[in-house]
C-alpha cells in the first residue's frame, strides 16, 4: 500500500485533538497506523472556528459541533487511509455505536501557514453533544494538554458495567461518574 499522503484520492485527513495526539495513551492507533504506513503526520493545527472542547466522563475529551462557541482548537493534523486506517479510527472512536460523529472542521497550520483546510474531526455524538457542553458550565479547554492525563481512564480500567452511552447520560444528569 502506498503511503498516507496528503491529498491522494484514498486517504482522509483527521484533525485530533484528545488521547489521539502524540504523546497522549490512544496515539498507539496512530503509531500503529504510520508503521504500516496508513498514516502521516501533517504537523499541529487549529481549527479556524471556535468551538467547545470539555472533558466528559472518565476524563474523554470531546469536541462539540458549536461552531463560534468555545475557543479555537489546538490539535493535530493526519493523513489516513480512506480503508484500513479510517476503520480503525473509526472503531476507536465508536463511530457505529453512536459516541462520535466524524464530520467536517476547517483548520489551519499552527506554523503561520494561511492555508486553510477543510477536514474532518471526531465531534461528540448530536445525541449528547450539546448537553454535554451545558453540564460543563459552557466553559471549555483550547487544547486537551498532558495536565489532563491523569483524569483519563483507560477502557481497561474502567469498571466492568461500565457503558459509555450511559455513562454519558450520568454524568450529565448527575455530574459524576
Known amino acids: 500500500m502506498a503511503m498516507a499522503e496528503e491529498g491522494g ?9 484528545g488521547t489521539l495526539k502524540r504523546g497522549f495513551y490512544n496515539h498507539k492507533l496512530i503509531d500503529s497506523l504510520i508503521q504500516t504506513t496508513d498514516a502521516a503526520f ?8 471556535s468551538f467547545p472542547l470539555v472533558c466528559g466522563p472518565h476524563g474523554i475529551p470531546y469536541l462539540i459541533n458549536l ?3 468555545g475557543t479555537r482548537i489546538h490539535g493535530e493534523l ?5 480503508g484500513l486506517g479510517l476503520a480503525r479510527l473509526d472503531e476507536l472512536e465508536g463511530i457505529d455505536r453512536g459516541h462520535y460523529e466524524r464530520l467536517p472542521v476547517a483548520v489551519a497550520a499552527e506554523c503561520g501557514g494561511e492555508r486553510v483546510r477543510v477536514v474532518e474531526a471526531y465531534f461528540a455524538h448530536r445525541e449528547f453533544g450539546e448537553a454535554l457542553w451545558k453540564r ?8 486537551y494538554g498532558v495536565d489532563m ?4 481512564v483507560r477502557r481497561k480500567d474502567r469498571p466492568p458495567e461500565s457503558n459509555f452511552i450511559l455513562d454519558i447520560q450520568k454524568f450529565i444528569s448527575q455530574g459524576k461518574i
Open 149 to 152: 492525563v491523569n483524569n483519563y
Open 136 to 143: 460543563c458550565g459552557e466553559e471549555g479547554l483550547s487544547e
Open 9 to 17: 484520492d484514498d486517504v482522509s485527513l483527521i484533525f485530533v485533538y
Open 67 to 69: 461552531p463560534g462557541s
Open 42 to 49: 501533517l504537523g499541529p493545527h487549529t481549527t479556524v472556528d
Open 78 to 82: 493526519y493523513s489516513v487511509s480512506s
